[in-house]
């Protein structure tokens, strides 16, 4: 009795879902097809210094991003969070974030 009631229960769900592709949600454009261009990159721009290099990242012209590399010293980034021109540093693009991890065999 449960395989038949299985079968259906899939039939019918397969049926839904080949049904939906034509109603699409409101707002919802196909993605374009093929690899992304040139055009489609950020803007980056490289400015060497004496003090190191700066390197700029732009989207639609406005500047969000620098990398800034120091010749002596790390690399951090200060980035414009809000939009407003005001950039924070950060001395990595890591969020600090860890999912737990365990050793489960070695040898």
């Known amino acids: 009795m449960r395989y038949p009631a299985l079968l259906l229960t899939l039939l019918l769900s397969g049926l839904a879902v080949a049904a939906s592709p034509s109603e699409r949600p409101?707002?919802?454009?196909?993605v374009p097809d093929g690899a992304p261009g040139p055009d489609d990159a950020p803007p980056v721009t490289i400015k060497p210094s004496g003090q190191g290099r700066v390197v700029e990242?732009?989207?639609?012209?406005?500047?969000?991003?620098?990398?800034?590399?120091?010749?002596?010293?790390?690399?951090?980034?200060?980035?414009?969070?809000?939009?407003d021109g005001q950039f924070a540093?950060?001395?990595?693009?890591?969020?600090?974030?860890?999912?737990?991890?365990?050793?489960?065999?070695?040898?």
């Open 26 to 30: 409101p707002g919802l454009t196909p």
């Open 57 to 83: 990242y732009r989207s639609h012209g406005k500047l969000y991003m620098l990398k800034v590399i120091p010749k002596v010293g790390r690399p951090y980034y200060l980035i414009d969070e809000k939009g």
């Open 89 to 107: 540093r950060q001395d990595s693009l890591d969020s600090g974030m860890r999912p737990p991890m365990w050793v489960i065999k070695a040898w």
